[in-house]
């Protein structure tokens, strides 16, 4: 089966990996979390158990209907993802669940405290474009394309800086060319609507996404059958009210 992240072998990573695959049952998610977690610490010099660590974290984040514990979700996947990134500054999967951690723990803190992380976050991303910009499918798009969306003047402020020749247009073409390519992934449909909507004010685009959406086969691939079940149903009220 594709993985997002490499793993390792044994009976403790195969257990591991089952429950992942069974991250639509909240409780599996949150055994697969600790167990990736015990891998890292056991594999201390594994830079792929790190960044599953904060793949897991993110996932328990983005899902977690209370507001303080998905904030703490997202700060542990981000500090522990940072110990992937301590041993290997320029591991694609530490970079990207890092960063995607890290982008979404800093929505729940003040502004001022928000434009300390910024930078570090487009240095991550900096690092994922130049070395492996089609890593989990153009992931830098997807993420890139909800920081415009999600904190427009902080992104735009400093975007030019870290990452010149990179913005909203780029991360339009790389999402049209991700749903061109990819597996049916609902995120990538969600933020190429909020892009377009929010750039060009094309509500026509809005509702080709929505049309998109009711009509993907969420199973198509399992990397992201899971999240394809639960993003359709947000993505499809967020897009709504776009209309």
Request: hydrophobic share 40%; net charge negative.
């Amino acid at each position: 089966m594709e993985r997002e992240i490499a793993a390792g072998v044994g009976d403790a990573w195969e257990e591991a990996l089952r429950a992942w695959d069974g991250r639509l049952d909240r409780a599996e998610a949150r055994k697969a979390a600790r167990q990736f977690e015990a891998l890292a610490k056991r594999e201390l010099e594994n830079p792929d158990a790190w960044a599953w660590c904060a793949r897991s974290s993110y996932f328990l984040g983005d899902y977690e209907p209370d507001n303080a514990r998905r904030r703490d979700h997202f700060e542990r996947g981000m500090k522990l993802g940072q110990r992937g990134i301590a041993l290997e500054g320029r591991h694609p999967a530490s970079l990207f669940w890092t960063s995607v951690c890290e982008a979404s723990y800093v929505e729940w803190i003040g502004m001022l405290r928000r434009a300390t992380y910024v930078p570090e976050i487009l240095g991550y991303m900096k690092r994922l474009w130049d070395d492996e910009p089609t890593y989990y499918y153009r992931g830098a798009a997807r993420l890139l394309g909800q920081a415009l969306v999600r904190q427009p003047g902080l992104i735009r402020r400093f975007l030019p800086v870290v990452l010149p020749g990179i913005g909203p247009d780029t991360a339009i073409r790389e999402l049209r060319e991700t749903i061109a390519e990819a597996p049916p992934i609902v995120l990538a449909h969600q933020t190429l609507a909020q892009l377009l909507h929010a750039v060009e004010g094309d509500r026509a685009a809005v509702h080709e996404q929505i049309e998109a959406i009711e009509a993907l086969d969420p199973d198509a691939n399992p990397l992201f059958a899971p999240e394809n079940h639960l993003d359709r149903p947000r993505a499809l009220e967020l897009l709504r009210k776009l209309r």
